[in-house]
Structures are given as C-alpha cells and as structure tokens.
Nanobody
Framework: QLQLVESGGGVVQLGGSLRLSCAGS????????TTWFRRVPGKEREGVSY????????TYADSVKGRFTTSRDNAKNTVYLQMNSLKPEDTAVYFC?????????????????????WGQGTQVTVSS
C-alpha cells in the first residue's frame, strides 16, 4: 500500500517547538516535491510549506515564515517540518502530501488537489 506516514505531533506550550516527520511507505519520496498542509475544523486545508525533490527550493505560508523550516533526507525517505515559536493558532492536524500531478507555478504549491499521496495526519495542539 502506497502511503505517507506522519509522526511527531503532540501538545506543546506557547513558544515551544515540535518536529514533524513524513515517511514514505511503499513510496520513494526522493523524486517528489513534498508539501505540508494543515487543517482546522471548519476550515479548508492550508498549505504550510513546500520543498522541492532535491531540497534546494522551499516555500512557506506567510503565517509560518521565520518560525517553520522544512527539510528532507532522501536517504531516509523522510521529509521534516521543524516548528518553532509555536502559537495557539498553529493548532491543527498536519498532513504531508507528495506526488504532484503537474508542474507548479507561483503559489499553486498550496493547492491540495495537485497532490496524489497523503498521510493520515498528526495532531498539533499549542496551549496558551
């Protein structure tokens, strides 16, 4: 079964840090750009960060710039999201997505329907 598996979520206090991992299961992430999304109940999925297949290009949502960093270790078939200075508004279920259906341009990296593979999500809760 081809899937992505997220881990690393949890409960953290305001200003704390967490590192999320996205591992490929039956999927080799190396050739694929990978994006982190998050979803709050009642809202649409929001693109958080994008990393190219080689890792040489990254993009972030304005809401997380300067606080979140995405990276990848293709030897471990894993993509990471380091989240620092967490705020209550970062509370959400975080998903990783890979397998772009077509090349991206501009801000289209944050369009959920462009991705083929998704993980089940990991809950991040930031308490104040």
């Amino acid at each position: 079964q081809l899937q992505l598996v997220e881990s690393g979520g949890g409960v953290v206090q305001l200003g704390g840090s967490l590192r999320l991992s996205c591992a490929g299961s039956g999927i080799t992430l190396g050739p694929s750009a990978t994006t982190w999304f998050r979803r709050v109940p009642g809202k649409e999925r929001e693109g958080v960060s994008y990393i190219s297949s080689s890792g040489d290009r990254t993009t972030y949502a304005d809401s997380v710039k300067g606080r979140f960093t995405t990276s990848r270790d293709n030897a471990k078939n894993t993509v990471y999201l380091q989240m620092n200075s967490l705020k209550p508004e970062d509370t959400a279920v975080y998903f990783c997505a890979a397998g772009l259906k077509r090349p991206i341009y501009g801000s289209s990296w944050s369009t959920p329907t462009l991705y083929t593979y998704w993980g089940q999500g990991t809950q991040v809760t930031v308490s104040s």
